[in-house]
């Protein structure tokens, strides 16, 4: 499955990357209604949900300025990383 790819891909490296990605890991709480980053935003990061739920908006361009839901991210959910690994600005807010 996903980690026999991965280890084909990167073999004994694998067990390092791991560990390095762990590594670069921080905690961050937020509270209720918190904005974590906006739509158009650099994207250096990428987010894993531990607890709660964090809403995804996107705004139009030309619209009416107005933001609607497009996806709710649970425990074990991760957002962000579009952006992160694209090095495009960030699709939603």
Known sequence: ATSDALRMLFGHHLDTLVFDVMDALECK?????????????????????????????????????????VCEYGPGSVFGERALVSREPRTAT
């Open 29 to 69: 709480r937020v509270v209720a209604g918190e904005v974590l980053f906006r739509q158009g935003a650099e994207g250096d990061c990428l987010f894993i949900v531990d607890e709660g739920r964090f809403d995804a908006t996107v705004s139009r361009p030309g619209g009416d300025g107005a933001a609607m839901k």
